[in-house]
């Protein structure tokens, strides 16, 4: 008899347990428990928001495609750093997908979503700005690898670049869709964040502080290429056998790496300082006054990465400029730019040991 009324008690916990979980519950439901305005029409900020948002997505579809041919038809570019540019502007143009499905499942048609399509929402978004963010890491590695050991390509086979890529877009999605398969609040309404009113607040303090590890480790990175660059430029113009375009790929280098640093910190730590916040609870912080602004411009970041690592490649500059113009072109077959140096050159590279390159990336 003791056993069957434990069985019931047992049976009346989890029934009263259920009762608690509001899975048939409205969107606007959870909206009003965080306290988070729900409009049910559009307001000038609502119409300026999404415009500004459409156009970024926009933009950054058309850049990062452009880069991904580029990838893809030059053969130059088949190399493990490419391969990784690819793999992060695969990652940005689903940012910008996904910001742009936000733009049309925003503002007063935020109240008509369903549990699912809300989830959905957002799971695009942390998907996609995650493995951009995961991939930014492994180009840093990447390039610290081959900084230091003084090589044009890392030795890495294409295999084991097949293996990062695939290991970046699972660590992206089970990131993305953890919250839609049970780190949520569905249940717990007390832990409900204001940004993300369906969402747990730890979830959201532990993708937070998981990005801002992976911000730390990557500007410890890029200071020590940038603190080798520099030591290595001051301890090779010493010598009179310094070789001009050695010095001009150096400073090139270390303008890149700046340029890097800097959009990452500008574009991305506003957005997790934020959502720490809100996981943490500050009640005295208003971090829905600023939410939509920080993540325009962690995606402006998947516009800024186009740019900088693939821009300031002359080889990718000349690529872009034949895809762009191919009517011009059509007639002739693509044949990619070489550059040769003379037999003078070549002796003094060779002789000095340094390695140069038209990439600054």
């Keep these: 008899m003791l056993n069957v009324r434990f069985g019931c008690s047992g049976c009346a916990s989890r029934t009263a347990a259920m009762k608690h979980c509001f899975y048939n519950e409205t969107v606007g439901f959870f909206y009003n428990n965080s306290r988070k305005e729900l409009t049910t029409y559009w307001r000038t900020k609502d119409v300026l928001v999404v415009?500004?948002?459409?156009?970024?997505?926009?933009?950054?579809?058309?850049?990062?495609?452009?880069?991904?041919?580029?990838?893809?038809?030059?053969?130059?570019f088949h190399y493990p750093?490419?391969?990784?540019?690819?793999?992060?502007?695969?990652?940005?143009?689903?940012?910008?997908i996904a910001y742009m499905f936000l733009m049309f499942h925003t503002g007063p048609r935020t109240a008509e979503l369903s549990l699912k399509t809300w989830f959905i929402r957002q799971s695009l978004l942390d998907t996609s700005l995650t493995a951009s963010v995961v991939n930014l890491l492994a180009i840093a590695v990447?390039?610290?690898?081959?900084?230091?050991?003084?090589?044009?390509?890392?030795?890495?086979?294409?295999?084991?670049?097949?293996?990062?890529?695939?290991?970046i877009w699972v660590t992206a999605l089970l990131l993305g869709l953890i919250p839609s398969y049970g780190w949520h609040c569905l249940c717990a309404l007390e832990k409900c964040s204001s940004m993300a009113?369906?969402?747990?607040?730890?979830?959201?303090t532990f993708w937070a502080i998981s990005n801002l590890v992976i911000f730390l480790i990557m500007v410890v990175v890029y200071t020590h290429i940038f603190i080798y660059v520099k030591r290595k430029m001051t301890r090779m113009?010493?010598?009179?056998s310094f070789h001009p375009r050695y010095k001009e790929t150096m400073i090139s280098l270390v303008k890149t790496?700046?340029?890097?640093l800097s959009a990452?910190?500008?574009?991305?730590?506003?957005?997790?300082?934020?959502?720490?916040?809100?996981?943490?609870?500050?009640?005295?912080c208003n971090v829905l006054a600023v939410e939509k602004y920080v993540l325009l411009l962690a995606e402006i970041n998947s516009l800024i990465n186009a740019i900088v690592y693939s821009y300031r490649d002359n080889e990718m500059r000349s690529t872009f400029r034949r895809i762009l113009c191919f009517i011009c072109y059509r007639n002739s077959k693509y044949t990619p730019t070489v550059v040769k140096l003379n037999t003078t050159d070549r002796r003094t590279l060779s002789q000095n040991g340094h390695f140069t390159v038209d990439s600054s990336i």
């Design 237 to 240: 113009s010493k010598h009179t």
């Design 81 to 96: 750093i490419y391969y990784l540019l690819g793999n992060l502007a695969a990652a940005d143009l689903f940012a910008g």
């Design 142 to 167: 990447e390039r610290h690898q081959t900084v230091f050991t003084m090589q044009l390509h890392s030795k890495m086979s294409n295999q084991r670049v097949m293996i990062l890529i695939f290991c």
């Design 264 to 284: 990452f910190v500008i574009c991305w730590t506003p957005g997790q300082v934020v959502l720490l916040l809100d996981g943490l609870g500050c009640k005295s």
């Design 197 to 204: 009113p369906l969402y747990s607040r730890s979830y959201l």
């Design 257 to 260: 790496v700046t340029i890097i």
């Design 51 to 76: 415009a500004l948002g459409l156009t970024v997505s926009v933009i950054v579809l058309l850049t990062n495609l452009l880069v991904i041919t580029a990838i893809i038809i030059n053969r130059r």
